[in-house]
């Protein structure tokens, strides 16, 4: 009976350990809170969504969410009361963090999501010290995206997306390089499955491959792996795929006829700011290589209810920010080839630059890199 009486106490205290750590709490103080709840979201290791709401009494709150074997990104975010005769304005973005083996400790100014800090395990210790090096940035980044709403002369609007670009790009260019120096960290996974756009298609797969394998498997990476094998026909040296389309002139337009030129490849449409607000760099670039023989062919999609719908919205456009290169419309045509799917374009703008052999270069999406420029400089020497 001793025996059996021995066991008891260790079983007891392999209990009390488990429950110690199947959980993690989640505290935190942020000024400005109040009463408000916040939620807590995120996708754990069996690919389900979990959710949790957590009431805050004057601007502290704390809660236990299930701890995870491996780290899943989480979200944080206010249920702020809604003000009807409130302005509108670009909504906050959530909070990001992750959920993983150990407590966590949120504090900062529930109004200015930049400005939170989190400490608790290597994950978001490494997170927060990125956050903290691109606090500035950002802040600087929401003030410019609630400046998009107002009024502004075609000069201030030009001026008030350039920074936005550049200030965007500050906090990129860390990311990156967090990156490249952290393979080893489900942070690098995490960054990289929501900067698809921020690389050019071979730098993308070329990161992809440079991590290690530890959370490759994870939602974030198996995402990843979905993108990298969807550019994957479409990386630098494969050939352009074959189309044949007449143009708004009249006159035809196919790789075949292009042979011989370095010509840009355009993925755009009427409705995308972001296609739109790239014309004036790209009419730089045209202005500085026609003359060398490039070429820029427009391919649009519209969302026209009919063929003269997207007629009629696409020439408008094209009529407005004057742009005079090549230009077809997806949607004339389509029922014999989609052009769009062919090239596997699923974000608009998309650029793939093509050389004169018919050979791809690179292929960048949201003009958020300067690989464009640089290989024309490369190409034409200047």
Not at 222 to 227: D, E, N, V, Y
Not at 280 to 309: C, S
């Amino acid at each position: 009976m001793r025996a059996i009486f021995a066991c008891i106490p260790l079983l007891l205290s392999v209990t009390m350990a488990k429950s110690q750590t199947d959980s993690i709490t989640i505290s935190g103080q942020l000024k400005g809170l109040n009463n408000n709840k916040i939620g807590i979201s995120y996708v754990d290791e069996n690919g389900k969504t979990q959710y949790t709401s957590l009431q805050s009494i004057n601007d502290k709150f704390s809660g236990k969410v299930k701890a995870q074997t491996i780290p899943a990104g989480a979200r944080l975010s206010v249920a702020w009361p809604r003000d009807p005769s409130a302005k509108p304005q670009m909504p906050m973005a959530p909070f990001n963090f992750f959920v993983w083996n150990k407590n966590l400790s949120i504090t900062g100014d529930a109004n200015s999501v930049p400005t939170m800090r989190i400490k608790g395990d290597e994950e978001n210790n490494l997170y927060d010290q990125l956050k903290q090096q691109s606090a500035k940035s950002e802040v600087r980044y929401q003030e410019l995206l609630n400046m998009l709403g107002k009024k502004l002369s075609a000069k201030d609007s030009l001026a008030l997306h350039q920074e936005i670009r550049e200030t965007s790009q500050a906090v990129y260019v860390r990311q990156k390089e967090l990156v490249k120096t952290h393979p080893n960290n489900f942070t690098s996974v995490f960054l990289l499955s929501r900067m698809t756009n921020l690389y050019s298609a071979d730098n993308y797969v070329a990161a992809w491959n440079a991590l290690a394998p530890t959370y490759k498997n994870t939602e974030a990476g198996k995402s990843i792996q979905k993108t990298v094998e969807k550019l994957a026909p479409t990386l630098a040296g494969t050939a352009v795929f074959a189309f044949e389309r007449t143009d708004k002139d009249g006159n035809k337009v196919s790789p075949a006829l292009l042979k011989g030129k370095t010509y840009l490849l355009d993925f755009w449409g009427s409705w995308c700011g972001p296609c739109r607000a790239s014309h004036p760099h790209l009419k730089e670039l045209y202005k500085k290589y026609k003359g060398k023989g490039f070429e820029i062919v427009a391919v649009a999609q519209e969302r026209g209810k009919t063929l003269d719908d997207s007629k009629a919205s696409w020439l408008k456009a094209i009529q407005d920010d004057q742009i005079t290169w090549v230009h077809i419309l997806n949607q004339d045509g389509i029922e014999k080839q989609d052009i769009v799917k062919t090239y596997h374009v699923n974000a608009f703008p998309t650029k793939i630059l093509v050389d004169a052999e018919g050979k791809i270069i690179l292929r960048v999406t949201a003009s958020a890199t300067d690989d464009i420029d640089k290989a024309l400089e490369k190409i034409y020497g200047f």
